[in-house]
């Protein structure tokens, strides 16, 4: 049955007041409707959207559905969506839609077991992902990957510049200061060294078109903490801890110095938060559960969720398949998804806050 005036009113109205679903602000307050076509039962909807949208596409496409759905059953409704365009366009990088930094104040809190993971996650949702490793006291990544002991291929362009090509595994594009560097010969690297090997990661590899490109850094506020925050403007940083105490006033260090670069912390993750027992499935909060929470909101930075010390996490790290695509763990592929998904949405309320504003046409 075509649709009414009157219901084409009311669905341009229920369209504009549906809640983005990250970003707590109506599609009317946020111009994502770029316009509704409506003509006969047809209903096409075009949308602008803050990227990224790896979660929220399926999400928002359900609440179009249903609000039009609520007011015209038979509707046959598509939806088109455009990405809203971002006011600083990245120059070093410009194929690359988002810089994620993995940070940590301490060593050995599960950084590139996070990075690795969320790498794999945002691949398995189906996003073009990047990873650098520029862990040089111990890059882990090739391991975590099953790629140790691998080098980069190179071309050489027509003007004498050396082209490298990541190494691709679980979808991911990978490179690695390790891929670089004889074994052992990383951790006497000096700092300028370790800088300059660094920005050839980041420069001289020939990055596809990428939705996210994650750092793996090292632990602490060292020279290639330094490098990368002044030379590539980043989306934001994830910050790993543990719930001990010494981690967490390791993480106020980390925090104050991104703060003092002006990069954004997207959040804080908490691994290791406890551990279930195989056996009896009784949960034991080995470090003081909770800290991870306690300290976001001291800083008042997003609490992106926690991962529990387990086995098969290990075992993913050691066996080069990040546990997130393991089918056989599925709670600890729930809880880094869930990590993963909380961390997307808060790339999109950075990436929100730095979006061009509209254009607003003023008639004298
Ligand atoms: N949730 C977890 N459950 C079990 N083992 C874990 C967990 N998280 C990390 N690990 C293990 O702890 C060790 C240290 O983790 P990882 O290498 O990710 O830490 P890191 O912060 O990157 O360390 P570094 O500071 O040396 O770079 C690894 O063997 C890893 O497999
Ligand atoms: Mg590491």
New binding site residues.
Partial sequence: MAISEQQAEQIRNALAHITDPDLDRTFDELKAIHEVKIDGSNVDVYLTLIQPLHFAAEAINTLCRQAIHAIAPDAKVNIFVQEAQAAQQNRILPGVKNLIAVA?G???????????NLAAGLAKRGARVGLIDA?I??P?IPA?FGLEGRQLDGEKTEDGKVLLHPLERYGVQVASIGFMLERDQAAILRGPMQAGYFRALVEQVKWDALDYLLF?L??GTGDIQLTLTQSLPLTGAVI?TTPQDISLSDVRRGIAMFNRVNVDILGVVE???YYVCPTCGHREDIFSHGGGKNISGELGAPFLGE????????????EGMPVVINREAPY?SEALMNITRATVAEIRRKNLRSTAAPVVQISL
């Avoid at 809190?109 to 690795?116: E, Q």
């Avoid at 387990?310 to 790290?317: A, C, H, L, P, T």
Wanted: no cysteine.
């Fill in positions: 940590s301490k060593g050995g809190v599960g950084k590139s077991t996070i990075t690795a862990d006291h111990g882990s975590m793996d090292p632990p790993v691994n290791m938060s991962l529990p010390l387990n086995i098969k996490v290990r075992e993913g790290g050691d600890q």
